[in-house]
């Protein structure tokens, strides 16, 4: 039983992650979508809030879950009997950032291995921030995630349409 973690912060999910999950659920029999509680940044949507939309645009495939952690992932990894994990690459920049995280948790849980999606073209530019702050001024972010997100949004910005 092949089971891996998509660990991110989902601060909304995006149709950047969807694509991820979605190609990654066709690679692993299990995967874990999990959300990383950080004390140390203030998100806008709490992390019930995320957990839910998160739940609700990943209904369709049967073998996604979908958890909050605390703490070091890989810690999260074994406790979840996980051997992999999942990381979408954007972009060059996004590179350097993610080979240090994968050798350091690599040194420090040699078990537990990274495999890494480029993103789809059509999503390369796609950030959650990116998201949050075109919402911020009220612009349709209807392309960038799913319905239950845009509604969601529009809510917390108390954006009339
Ligand atoms: P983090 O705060 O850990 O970067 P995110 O929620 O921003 O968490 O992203 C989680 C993962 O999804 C990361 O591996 C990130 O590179 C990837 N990701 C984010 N946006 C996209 C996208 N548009 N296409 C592909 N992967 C993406």
Redesign the pocket.
Known sequence: MKRAI??????PI?Y??L??IERSSRIFDELIVGI?VNNSKQPLFSVSEREEMIKEAVAHMNNVKVMSFHGLLVDFARAQDASFLV????AVT?FEY?LQMTQTNKVIASDIDTIF?T??LK??Y???SMVRELASFGADISRFVPENVTRKIKDKYKVEN
């Open positions: 998509y660990p991110g912060t989902f601060d995006t950047g992650h694509d991820i990383l990381r979408g690459l954007r996004d993610e999606l993103t789809s999503y390369s796609l950030s959650s």
